[in-house]
C-alpha cells in the first residue's frame, strides 16, 4: 500500500506561505514543524472548541476564522489555553 502523500508543517509555512503573500509566525516553538500534515481538507475547529472532538481529523490544518477567535475571546486566558490544549490533545489522538 503507497504512502499517503504529506507536506511537513515546516514546508508549508516556509517559503510555500511567502509565495502566497501570508505572513506567518511561528508562536508556539519549533517542535511542531516536522508533523506531516497529510489531508487536503481543513479542520474547523469550531465544534472542537464547542467539547465536540469526534470532529476532530490527524493530519489536517487547523483553522481558526473569526468565530473561533470570538468564542475564544470570551473566556478568560485560563480557560483558553485549556481549550486550546483539549483540541490538540484530541487532534493527536485522533486516527
Keep these: 500500500m503507497p504512502d499517503t502523500p504529506s507536506v511537513t ?12 503573500g501570508l505572513k506567518v509566525e511561528v508562536l508556539g516553538g519549533t517542535a511542531g514543524l516536522t508533523r506531516p500534515i497529510t489531508s487536503p481538507h481543513v479542520q474547523k475547529t469550531g465544534l472542537a472548541f464547542a467539547g465536540y472532538e ?9 483553522v481558526l476564522g473569526e468565530s473561533e477567535v470570538r ?3 470570551r473566556h478568560t486566558p485560563e480557560q483558553q489555553s485549556a481549550i486550546a490544549a483539549r483540541t490538540v490533545s484530541a487532534i493527536l489522538h485522533a486516527s
Design 71 to 73: 468564542f475564544l475571546e
Design 9 to 20: 508543517v515546516a514546508a508549508l509555512i516556509g517559503s510555500r506561505a511567502e509565495a502566497l
Design 54 to 62: 469526534e470532529y476532530l481529523h490527524a493530519g489536517r490544518v487547523l
